[in-house]
């Protein structure tokens, strides 16, 4: 297939074949053809994600590459992209053309299998990739998604980490038992009574069911032997250990039902799996009746609540905060918790003024200057009501454990920090027969990445005002050292056709280029105009 003299014969990428910065090295590669199937897209945009950093850390050890020889093999990273499709291959071509703008679903599965861009398919720490039928014919369809020429590279870039947000308010559990799914009831010696004989609040859907005494010394082992559950039943609080052992034997999705619990009675849960494995746990209401997978609420922000985010300083907290005041309804009153220093102060001046012109209460708490108390004084900002919301955007279980007592009756807990499978935190269970409910979510889907683009295209969200350093290709590797260690306050974002922009903060080329600076938003923000003049100067030929 012939190529346009004007496109250059080689490619610069990085490529990752170990752990650890010193095995990541940019290459010069041929900008290869597209065969019949496939598509080569140049890439406009890479946001840089703390996941990455995950990468570095584990190399080949990370859950997702494991098996695969980096050395041999070596992966290409970056998954937050824009691209521009320039090439069609034969068998595409009345599905696609040259000039057509997409961004990616990163979670990519093919025939069944996890084959995520950035991990094993390769991704926008590129200056051109290759898409083929993995990412075109998905097992839930295309996995590139349209953006209207009005948007900007970087928004819509920075739609995917957008994207991870809006899939945490999202999330709903299941309501009833899993049909023909596994059931365990576990009787503790402290339950007030013994289960009724149907204690399953719908039953239309046989399934197999396994009742043990959880003071028998015999009971963790016929659990295992039984396992996976998708429902489990505690009848009062059995001991930790079986408790851990139940966890250890759970489906992806599974209800954890907690019924006649002494009052006071704390157990540590598995945060981790709450997170990353979608577990819920829930009670009958206090009242003693009504059903316990009810829930008569969602995921969303309670309109005219109160909700607090503890940590929100950094760029998925920032994306958190501007999302909620971005809603038809927020929340009455937000309180964020954030440690004093830089952070806390763009905090401030970010969103005091974007909460009073929503006409939403704003409290902005030191969690550095006032330790423990923080939360004392999170309650006390509520009236001692509690809250509708909280969200935890800080990988902390012992912070889980102070916040969850702040919700109210009915609230909710959006563990959105991405704690790891297997770290606990103690948790009161009565708080679960308030109707408090805890969750968590990893990633997004298809339809969560579609109403970010909405958003974007209606002028409902500007996803790139978060930015706040931008790089040419080859500042890859410093823009990662830099997310590693914190040294911004907002995303990076790498434009890959640059090759001779140095990794620079958005106030720094404000200060190089006044034409630059004029087209940037209010405070300084980013925004598509700045980035059309950032490209008219960097560019190859510009100055």
């Given at each position: 297939?012939?190529?346009?003299?004007?496109?250059?014969?080689?490619?610069?990428?990085w490529?990752?074949?170990?752990?650890?910065?010193q095995?990541?090295?940019?290459?010069?590669?041929?900008?290869?053809?597209?065969?019949?199937?496939?598509?080569?897209v140049?890439?406009?945009?890479?946001?840089?994600?703390?996941?990455?950093?995950?990468?570095?850390?584990?190399?080949?050890?990370h859950?997702?590459?494991?098996?695969?020889?980096?050395?041999?093999?070596?992966?290409?990273m970056?998954?937050?992209v824009?691209?521009?499709?320039m090439?069609?291959?034969e068998?595409?071509?009345?599905?696609?053309?040259?000039?057509?703008?997409?961004?990616?679903q990163?979670?990519?599965?093919?025939?069944?299998e996890?084959?995520?861009?950035?991990?094993?398919?390769?991704?926008?720490?590129?200056?051109?990739?290759?898409?083929?039928?993995?990412?075109?014919?998905?097992?839930?369809?295309?996995?590139?998604l349209?953006?209207?020429?009005?948007?900007?590279?970087?928004q819509?870039?920075?739609?995917?980490?957008?994207?991870?947000?809006?899939a945490?308010?999202?999330?709903?559990?299941?309501?009833?038992?899993?049909?023909?799914?596994?059931?365990?009831?576990?009787?503790?010696?402290?339950?007030?009574?013994?289960?009724?004989?149907?204690?399953?609040?719908?039953?239309?859907?046989s399934g197999?069911?396994?009742q043990?005494?959880?003071?028998?010394?015999?009971?963790?082992?016929?659990?295992?032997e039984?396992?996976?559950?998708?429902?489990?039943?505690?009848w009062?609080?059995?001991?930790?250990a079986?408790?851990?052992?139940?966890?250890?034997?759970l489906?992806?999705?599974?209800?954890?039902?907690?019924?006649?619990v002494?009052?006071?009675?704390?157990?540590?849960?598995?945060?981790?799996?709450?997170?990353?494995?979608?577990?819920?746990?829930?009670?009958?209401?206090?009242?003693?009746?009504?059903?316990?997978?009810?829930?008569?609420?969602?995921?969303?922000?309670?309109?005219?609540?109160?909700?607090?985010?503890?940590?929100?300083?950094?760029?998925?907290?920032?994306?958190?905060?501007?999302?909620t005041f971005?809603?038809?309804?927020?929340?009455?009153?937000?309180?964020?918790?954030?440690?004093?220093?830089?952070?806390?102060?763009?905090?401030?001046?970010?969103f005091?003024?974007?909460a009073?012109?929503?006409?939403v209460?704003?409290?902005?708490?030191?969690?550095?200057?006032?330790?423990?108390?923080?939360?004392?004084?999170?309650?006390?900002?509520?009236?001692g009501?509690?809250?509708?919301?909280?969200?935890?955007?800080?990988?902390?279980a012992?912070?889980v454990?102070?916040?969850?007592?702040?919700?109210?009756?009915?609230?909710?807990?959006?563990?959105?920090?991405?704690?790891?499978?297997?770290?606990?935190?103690?948790?009161p269970?009565?708080?679960?027969?308030?109707?408090?409910?805890?969750?968590?979510?990893?990633?997004?889907?298809?339809?969560d990445?579609?109403?970010?683009?909405?958003?974007?295209?209606?002028?409902?969200?500007?996803?790139?005002?978060?930015?706040?350093?931008?790089?040419?290709?080859?500042?890859?590797?410093?823009g990662?050292?830099?997310?590693?260690?914190?040294?911004?306050?907002?995303?990076?974002v790498?434009?890959?056709?640059?090759e001779?922009?140095?990794?620079?903060?958005?106030?720094?080329l404000?200060?190089?280029?006044?034409?630059?600076?004029?087209?940037?938003?209010?405070?300084g923000?980013?925004?598509?105009?700045?980035?059309?003049?950032?490209?008219?100067?960097y560019?190859?030929g510009?100055?």
């Amino acid at each position: 297939m012939s190529r346009s003299p004007s496109w250059p014969a080689g490619r610069l990428q990085w490529e990752l074949s170990g752990a650890g910065l010193q095995n990541l090295a940019l290459r010069e590669r041929p900008v290869p053809s597209p065969g019949a199937e496939e598509l080569l897209v140049r890439i406009d945009a890479c946001g840089i994600c703390f996941s990455d950093i995950k990468i570095l850390r584990l190399g080949g050890e990370h859950p997702r590459l494991q098996g695969r020889d980096l050395e041999r093999d070596p992966v290409v990273m970056g998954h937050e992209v824009a691209m521009t499709v320039m090439q069609v291959g034969e068998a595409r071509r009345a599905q696609f053309q040259p000039g057509q703008r997409f961004l990616i679903q990163a979670d990519i599965i093919y025939r069944g299998e996890g084959l995520a861009f950035g991990y094993k398919l390769a991704g926008g720490y590129s200056q051109y990739q290759l898409i083929g039928p993995e990412v075109l014919d998905g097992d839930e369809g295309c996995y590139l998604l349209p953006v209207s020429r009005g948007v900007g590279y970087s928004q819509a870039a920075l739609a995917e980490p957008w994207a991870c947000v809006e899939a945490s308010y999202a999330c709903a559990p299941r309501t009833a038992p899993q049909p023909g799914g596994s059931r365990l009831v576990v009787v503790a010696a402290n339950a007030d009574r013994a289960p009724e004989a149907q204690p399953w609040p719908d039953d239309r859907a046989s399934g197999r069911e396994l009742q043990v005494d959880g003071s028998d010394a015999d009971a963790p082992q016929l659990i295992a032997e039984h396992a996976p559950y998708d429902d489990v039943l505690f009848w009062g609080a059995p001991a930790q250990a079986i408790v851990d052992a139940v966890t250890g034997c759970l489906e992806k999705g599974a209800v954890i039902r907690w019924e006649r619990v002494p009052a006071g009675v704390r157990r540590a849960l598995d945060v981790g799996s709450i997170h990353y494995r979608g577990h819920w746990h829930v009670s009958t209401p206090e009242s003693g009746s009504g059903d316990a997978y009810a829930w008569p609420r969602g995921a969303e922000m309670t309109p005219g609540g109160q909700a607090l985010f503890i940590g929100a300083g950094g760029p998925l907290g920032q994306m958190q905060l501007q999302r909620t005041f971005a809603l038809p309804a927020p929340p009455a009153h937000v309180v964020v918790s954030q440690r004093s220093g830089p952070r806390l102060e763009h905090l401030r001046q970010t969103f005091e003024p974007l909460a009073k012109a929503k006409g939403v209460r704003f409290t902005l708490l030191d969690a550095r200057a006032l330790g423990d108390e923080v939360y004392t004084r999170a309650r006390e900002a509520t009236g001692g009501a509690g809250f509708d919301d909280i969200v935890v955007v800080v990988p902390n279980a012992r912070v889980v454990e102070q916040v969850v007592p702040l919700a109210a009756a009915g609230g909710g807990v959006n563990l959105f920090a991405g704690i790891g499978v297997g770290t606990k935190a103690s948790i009161p269970l009565d708080c679960l027969r308030q109707g408090v409910r805890l969750w968590g979510t990893t990633g997004s889907t298809i339809a969560d990445l579609r109403r970010i683009v909405e958003k974007v295209e209606s002028g409902a969200l500007d996803t790139d005002s978060v930015v706040a350093a931008v790089g040419g290709i080859r500042a890859v590797c410093e823009g990662l050292e830099a997310v590693r260690d914190g040294r911004f306050l907002g995303k990076t974002v790498i434009y890959p056709q640059l090759e001779r922009l140095p990794l620079t903060t958005v106030e720094d080329l404000a200060a190089q280029h006044p034409s630059l600076a004029e087209r940037l938003g209010p405070g300084g923000a980013w925004n598509s105009a700045a980035e059309a003049e950032l490209l008219r100067l960097y560019q190859a030929g510009a100055k």
